[in-house]
T-cell receptor, first 114, second 113 residues
Framework: DSGVTQTPKHLITATGQRVTLRCSPR?????VYWYQQSLDQGLQFLIQ???????AKGNILERFSAQQFPDLHSELNLSSLELGDSALYFC?????????????FGEGSRLTVL | DAKTTQPNSMESNEEEPVHLPCNHS???????IHWYRQLPSQGPEYVIH???SNVNNRMASLAIAEDRKSSTLILHRATLRDAAVYYC??????????????FGKGTRLHILP
């Protein structure tokens, strides 16, 4: 158990809909990272937050947005869903922003868009 | 784009050592080399990391070339539970704003019983 909690574990929805994925980082971790993993693909970096502030942005679509709240949990919002958005979405946390510490990953949220 | 290059897949026999290579020719002086693995249906988990010297922990060993342009993750005695995708990534010691932690596709390790 990494200490990172992601909900929901599974989500099935239809094209055009909007969903919110939630991540609770390990206690005390200030950095949260979001990754997307499509079938047989590597981990695609989406976005990083540190203590509520956006730090780095990857290949995140304009239809997607994220935020980190004062209690440090983070949400990834996916809107106008398309079939290609079906993937595993992972959240990871780490204690700090500016160091090379390890990342702790959650078990992921599997999104299926029909 | 990933800053590391790994073979797509490798095979090894159970109970034999496994050497997983990673090339990172553009590594900078302050980049740490990290390895993660992803077991089936799970999130990635940390394996080991190092800067210049070889490193050992309970899971594996990390051998880093003298010029730091390549490294090798060593599993001393592979078990079926080691079948996973192994990712080699670089992390700057002090991350600047907009530094991204990029995972490539990793190496899928198959263990033969």
């Amino acid at each position: 158990d990494s200490g990172v909690t992601q909900t929901p574990k599974h989500l099935i929805t239809a094209t055009g809909q909007r969903v919110t994925l939630r991540c609770s980082p390990r206690s005390g971790d200030l950095s949260v990272y979001w990754y997307q993993q499509s079938l047989d693909q590597g981990l695609q970096f989406l976005i990083q937050y540190y203590n509520g502030e956006e730090r780095a942005k990857g290949n995140i679509l304009e239809r997607f947005s994220a935020q980190q709240f004062p209690d440090l949990h983070s949400e990834l919002n996916l809107s106008s869903l398309e079939l290609g958005d079906s993937a595993l979405y992972f959240c990871a946390s780490s204690p700090r922003d500016r160091s090379a510490g390890e990342l702790f990953f959650g078990e992921g949220s599997r999104l299926t868009v029909l | 784009d990933a800053k590391t290059t790994q073979p797509n897949s490798m095979e090894s026999n159970e109970e034999e050592p496994v050497h997983l290579p990673c090339n990172h020719s553009t590594i900078s002086g302050t980049d740490y080399i990290h390895w993660y693995r992803q077991l089936p249906s799970q999130g990635p988990e940390y394996v080991i990391h190092g800067l210049t010297s070889n490193v050992n922990n309970r899971m594996a060993s990390l051998a880093i070339a003298e010029d730091r342009k390549s490294s090798t993750l060593i599993l001393h005695r592979a078990t079926l539970r080691d079948a996973a995708v192994y990712y080699c990534i670089l992390r700057p010691y002090l991350m600047n704003r907009d530094d991204k932690i990029i995972f490539g596709k990793g190496t899928r390790l198959h263990i033969l019983p």
